[in-house]
């Protein structure tokens, strides 16, 4: 919070990767020096560190976005999140995505339900996909991700895929959708947050994500009342 809406400095990652500043970088190694210190047997998997081959020989491993949304941070915006994670086995069993601009605190571990600074939330329960309230890039919805027809649905958007997620297990939206591969830090919480909000979540090819890969990308993601998800994926494949 002490860099945000003051003029961070800002670097251009390799490969248009995008923008990371100094605000990611020390989240990153305050959360990898607590985290790690208290879990020292735990793999390290995060956006702002070089990844290592080592967390594949841990059954568990921490998989951390320091600032999701990192460019909503730069504007000044309040949608930025941390999202983390702890993955065993390839199994999402702990998560949190903290929003401090805004004091909401998303929390969900295994079979124990999806939370919203401590109150129980749950997925929207929409039944049909005609004008569900979808979050997704507008690139999303060009014809060729859509075979059997570009669904009616109100397109909505915000920058944090981990947010997204969280609004997904809290019921504000039905569904969200990336069809680009995305990386696992930057679902790996809200996959948790939304399946234990009653939402179903898999990849664009309707497989559940598996965590913890030696590539840690997927190939993208759909989240959303269990209906609308259903129909989404059937839109695709069609």
């Known amino acids: ?75 000044g915006e309040r949608t930025w999140s941390h999202s983390i994670a702890v993955s065993h086995r390839g199994e999402i069993t702990h998560a949190c995505v903290y929003l401090p601009a805004t004091g909401k605190m998303y929390t969900a571990q295994s079979r124990q339900g999806a939370y919203l600074n401590g109150q129980p939330i749950a997925q929207s329960g929409r039944k049909g996909i005609d004008q569900a309230r979808v979050l997704s890039a507008k690139p999303n919805f060009h014809e060729s991700h859509w075979p059997g027809g570009i669904p009616d649905v109100q397109r909505h958007f915000r920058t944090s895929l981990a947010y997204r997620m969280a609004l997904i297990a809290e019921g504000r939206f039905d569904a969200m959708i990336t069809f680009r591969d995305t990386w696992e830090w930057d679902v790996a919480a809200g996959t948790l947050l939304a399946k234990e909000a009653g939402a179903t979540v898999t990849d664009r090819l309707g497989k559940a994500p598996i965590f913890n890969n030696r590539h840690p990308a997927l190939a993208g993601i759909i989240a959303g009342a269990p209906a609308v998800q259903h129909a989404l994926i059937n839109r695709t494949k069609s």
């Open 1 to 75: 919070m002490p860099f945000w809406r003051q003029s961070p400095k800002i670097w251009n990652k390799d490969d248009n990767a995008g923008p990371v500043t100094e605000a990611d970088l020390a989240v990153n190694e305050m959360l990898k020096d607590r985290l790690l210190s208290a879990r020292p047997d735990f793999g390290w998997l995060s956006e702002e560190t070089e990844d290592s081959a080592d967390r594949l020989d841990c059954e568990s491993v921490f998989i951390v976005d320091p600032i999701d949304g990192t460019r909503a941070f730069i504007a």
